[in-house]
């Protein structure tokens, strides 16, 4: 009887123990920073199942306190992520009670970059000198535009025209020697070479890459003076995203924009909206005119992801409208009753899909296909001032329409052999681009730039690598020769990295500066079908010295120096004073030189402060005029301040820019080449913001161009040349201006 009793007993207790052992345990963590031991607020933080494929995947967030508590009835892999911190993962087994440090990142030398990698690699592991534009930087300076974002940066130019929009100047060289790219497709749609980039708004941007320097191997033509690959934000974390965005601006601003993702298993989906509306702008607004042209834009762009651990899947598209209004003055033929509109149309929209596939433990295969359309349409109309009815203009020179698209298929094959001594790249760059309109010669153009590229990285110690690359093209248009390249990258020290490169480059002219005809009431210029491809050599050099200690105070040095020698350089040159015409035409020899240099000091948490100056010089040789000079020189500097007032939570920006002043290469009818000399002028920045809400609702308010710069002199025999503000002045902006501007976001 007493053993009867003693095995139900044991059964029982036995049963208990494995219905216990199936009941799910509390568990709680806390989440602090390894400097100061403070709880990190509000960190989102993701649990799955161990060797789960993403089906049994919760989220939460930490407390005020860093706090977090759930139930869990088998041991889970635990992801923590927070805006500041190298992410976090480690194993928690149910029932446990642990604290979890969480590293800062001081610098950006942990951010995860793609542009002309094999892999994705952290900025320090790059072979490549990267800046990276974080989702931080860019909240922190309320940029809504990429100029805007690119317009305070070192060794970078802004210079705004008020039809082709604003574009910028990098070591020295223009938009068109710069490759600008959205998820790795190139952006199309240039006017007179410039990509406007007041077209390319910061809606769901994750961050931008940025390497100065030629990268014509990987990225072929326009690839010159380097990259700047803008990285939209993927939903591959958490299982719901909403945001929206408004943001308002003193001198006529109102944006709007709105979105959110969905992800399940395997699968996320994105969607994203905007709509900015500029009302136009002019410092003496007797009329009509304005200087700064009325402006509506409407962004869309949605996805579609497919990930597991060897298979990423996407599929994206977009689209953008623009409509630019240039209303005329009340003409005097009419007896001022009447007056000519100009309405300009852009619409630009693109598909993409790509595949990475991991092949085997050490090799990656990634797809890209990318079809993208763009078109400008202007559109003339005589209004009537007494009963607003408008009529369009008969004459075809009022009237004009160009579209172009682009095919882009590129695919690359990595592979890593004798563990991480020997890597190779080997890919294919298909890329073709057709235009047509009445302003392009015989109505339709074409122009096809087919590539093989390889690239081989061999690092005989951990602290070397070597990376020769070679791209061989086929241009439809032009015999074009072998471009290489060669990096080097040396690891003297842990925190101390020496970058050397030296490249051929080629850039074949684009369809527009060959045969369009670009004819406006500010601008006339003709292609030529005449004009030779741009060859090229460069050299850079960059040292890194970034001390990682965790330590409350860090500092670090960004050095940077670079040579360009650019033949046949394609320049917009005036081919007859009267009536006053321009043209492209090549100029010999072009060179450009200079250094950057950064300083960068923080203490952590609560002060960021980077300063920066740079030097550049220019020269030109043109052979048919003998027409030559020294280098001339322009310098730059910059000063940004982060500031946490712990306290209160708030947050101070300070962005100021010093811009040297900036000489111009001019070339003349007769091919001499003058200099036009745009004045030295100061910009800055100022705002704050704070979190509210469980860090769900930021409010940003501040200033922009605090020093009010409008139209800046330029003194020549040219000054402003062909995108002159009229008077011998340059326009860079509007004026001071004051913004406000209410985020949300929600993650679960």
């Not at 002019?282 to 597991?308: A, V």
């Not at 809400?693 to 800046?712: A, C, S």
Request: charged share 20%; aromatic share 14%.
């Amino acid at each position: 009887m007493f053993q009867q009793k003693y095995y139900v007993i044991l059964i029982l207790s036995l049963l208990i123990g494995a219905v216990s052992s199936l009941t799910a345990q509390q568990t709680h963590i806390s989440l602090k920073d390894e400097i100061n031991n403070k709880p990190i607020a509000y960190a989102n933080v993701i649990i799955e199942l161990l060797n789960s494929t993403n089906e049994a995947k919760r989220g939460f967030t930490t407390d005020i306190n860093g706090n977090l508590s759930f139930e869990i009835q088998h041991p889970v892999k635990l992801t923590a992520t927070f805006v500041g911190y190298r992410n976090l993962i480690d194993t928690i087994q149910p029932g446990d009670k642990r604290t979890l440090i969480m590293e800062p990142m001081v610098y950006n030398v942990d951010e995860v970059v793609v542009t002309a990698q094999f892999r994705p690699v952290t900025v320090d592991q790059s072979i490549y000198k990267i800046k990276v534009l974080g989702s931080q930087q860019i909240e922190n300076k309320a940029a809504i535009s990429l100029n805007e974002m690119l317009a305070g940066e070192l060794n970078i130019r802004s210079t705004r025209d008020n039809a082709l929009g604003s574009s910028i100047t990098m070591q020295g060289l223009q938009g068109e020697h710069i490759k600008f790219l959205v998820d790795g497709v190139p952006v199309i749609g240039r006017q007179n070479g410039q990509i406007d980039l007041e077209q390319l708004d910061m809606q769901n941007i994750d961050h931008i890459e940025i390497i100065q320097g030629p990268m014509s191997v990987v990225y072929g033509s326009n690839a010159l003076a380097g990259v700047i690959n803008i990285i939209r934000k993927e939903s591959d974390r958490d299982n719901v995203t909403l945001n929206a965005d408004a943001y308002y601006e003193s001198v006529g601003v109102y944006n709007f924009t709105a979105g959110g993702s969905y992800s399940i298993k395997k699968n996320s989906f994105q969607l994203n909206a905007g709509r900015n509306f500029f009302d136009g702008f002019g410092t003496f607004d007797t009329t009509r005119y304005q200087q700064w042209k009325p402006k509506l834009q409407y962004n869309i762009d949605g996805s579609y992801m497919f990930k597991t651990e060897k298979t990423k899947l996407i599929f994206e598209g977009d689209y953008f409208f623009e409509e630019i209004q240039d209303k005329g003055i009340p003409l005097e033929v009419f007896n001022y009753d009447k007056a000519f509109d100009k309405y300009f149309f852009t619409n630009r929209w693109g598909v993409r899909g790509e595949l990475t596939q991991k092949l085997a433990k050490r090799s990656i295969i990634n797809i890209l296909s990318a079809y993208s359309f763009y078109s400008r349409v202007k559109n003339t109309y005589l209004k009537d001032l007494t009963n607003l009815e408008e009529s369009l203009v008969p004459e075809s020179d009022k009237q004009d329409t160009a579209r172009f698209d682009n095919l882009l298929f590129r695919a690359d094959f990595n592979n890593i052999i004798k563990s991480e001594i020997l890597k190779y790249q080997l890919g294919i760059d298909l890329n073709y681009e057709s235009g047509y309109g009445k302003r392009i010669k015989n109505e339709y153009q074409q122009i096809g730039d087919y590539a093989a590229f390889l690239s081989i990285n061999y690092s005989p110690v951990p602290q070397l690598s070597i990376q020769p690359g070679i791209r061989a093209i086929y241009n439809t248009n032009y015999n074009a020769p072998l471009v290489y390249s060669l990096n080097v990258k040396w690891n003297i020290t842990v925190p101390l990295a020496v970058r050397l490169s030296f490249a051929k480059g080629f850039r074949a002219p684009s369809l527009k500066e060959l045969y369009l005809d670009f004819v406006d009431i500010n601008h006339n210029i003709h292609g030529n079908e005449d004009l030779v491809a741009e060859t090229s050599q460069n050299v850079n050099l960059a040292l890194n010295y970034n001390p990682q200690t965790p330590a409350a105070y860090n500092w670090g040095i960004d050095l940077g120096l670079f040579y360009n020698h650019i033949k046949n350089k394609i320049e917009l040159a005036q081919v007859s004073a009267e009536p006053l015409l321009y043209s492209y035409t090549n100029v010999d020899e072009y060179y450009t030189q200079g250094f950057e240099f950064n300083f960068n000091n923080r203490v952590y948490p609560w002060l960021k402060i980077i300063l920066g100056f740079a030097v550049t010089g220019r020269k030109q040789y043109d052979e048919s005029s003998n027409s030559s000079h020294d280098f001339i020189y322009s310098n730059d500097a910059t000063t940004q301040i982060n500031y946490w007032w712990q306290k209160t939570d708030l947050h101070f920006s300070f962005f100021y820019k010093y811009n040297g002043a900036y000489p111009i290469l001019v070339l003349n009818e007769d091919g001499t080449t003058d200099i036009s000399t745009i004045s030295a002028y100061n910009s800055l920045d100022i705002n704050m913001n704070r979190w509210f809400w469980k860090r769900r609702i930021n409010i940003q308010i501040g200033g922009k161009n605090l020093f009010n710069n409008t139209n800046i002199n330029a003194t020549g025999s040219q000054s402003g040349g062909i995108h002159s503000g009229g008077g011998g002045s340059v326009p860079v902006n509007w004026g001071r201006t004051f913004f406000a501007r209410v985020q949300f976001k929600f993650n679960k």
